[in-house]
């Protein structure tokens, strides 16, 4: 019994090891996601906005000279599926969400198509989404050059990813490209979403009814557009990666909260066991205490 009582004191220690590391891991998580809530807060109307602005000008312009290569639709030949996860784990289902959304994606619609002829490249952002594809899906081609961009989330740093989609898209080497990731409303709720990123989409093509605008533009429209465009679709991306970085933050202060719950319910559980062990134990010591005398007596 006594072996019993270490075994049972070694699983407590444990327990409240672990029990330390959950609660600093939901403090570190706390902080992180004050900072990359604030971000995808100032960012999103004002991504939404302009991505809204731009939809209905290529809507508008729809058959116009001096038109935006990047709202033109063509045959799908080539596709590109970007899955944006987190780096780690031990953040629920969050990571595993959005790679499966990702996976439905790829059996239907033009990424199915593109896959099925062996034309579909993964361009994995975080380590989870695409470690999870490439098993799934071996005849995509699996692109992990912008891996490490959710560890630095920086305007710069995202734009390269866009620019790299918007060059190729550009060149003809690329035809159709799709975000998957996951939409943050607040520590406990986010969305795994996939959005069509290239080419934009038209207003009319989302149910949505328009009316022709009679834009001036100033300067030239080709001019214009040729800046306006680009910068428009860098920072929707942007927001995209955001959007997963509180998310992310959100979903491990959520899953490890839980842990230091369940840590408690276990230390619970491990202390009545303690106890009545420990008892059993005094119990058997008396017993034995009590014969002895009882023996001597006679």
Same mark, same amino acid.
């Given at each position: ?22 609660? %600093? ?76 959304? %990702? ?183 008396? %017993? ?11």
């Amino acid at each position: 019994m006594a072996g019993g009582l270490k075994e049972v004191r070694d699983r407590i220690a444990s327990v409240k090891n672990t029990q330390q590391i959950t609660k %600093a891991m939901k403090m570190v998580s706390a902080a992180k996601l004050r900072r990359a809530q604030q971000a995808i807060q100032e960012v999103r109307p004002y991504a939404n906005k302009l991505n809204e602005m731009l939809r209905n000008i290529l809507s508008n312009l729809d058959g116009d000279e001096g038109g935006s290569v990047f709202g033109v639709e063509r045959p799908v030949k080539n596709a590109v599926l970007v899955i944006v996860t987190s780096d780690r784990g031990l953040a629920g289902a969050f990571n595993n969400n959005i790679s499966k959304l %990702a996976a439905t994606r790829i059996e239907e619609g033009p990424l199915a198509d593109a896959y099925n002829s062996g034309n579909l490249t993964i361009i994995q952002i975080g380590k989870k989404g695409g470690d999870f594809l490439v098993k799934r899906y071996p005849k995509a081609t699996m692109l992990r050059d912008y891996s490490t961009v959710i560890g630095d989330t920086s305007y710069e740093n995202v734009a390269r990813v866009s620019k790299y989609l918007m060059d190729g898209f550009e060149a003809g080497t690329i035809d159709h490209v799709e975000v998957a990731y996951s939409r943050f409303r607040n520590a406990a709720m986010h969305f795994p979403t996939i959005k069509q990123f290239l080419p934009v989409e038209k207003v009319e093509d989302e149910g949505e009814s328009t009316t022709k605008a009679d834009y001036i533009f100033e300067p030239s429209k080709a001019e214009l557009l040729n800046y306006l465009v680009p910068t428009i679709l860098q920072t929707t991306f942007h927001s995209y990666v955001l959007d997963v970085a509180a998310g992310e933050h959100g979903a491990r202060m959520t899953a490890m909260d839980k842990a230091t719950d369940n840590a408690d319910d276990i230390l619970r559980d491990l202390k009545i066991m303690y106890n009545k062990a420990r008892q059993e134990v005094i119990t058997s010591e008396l %017993a034995e205490i009590v014969g002895g005398a009882a023996a001597l007596e006679g």
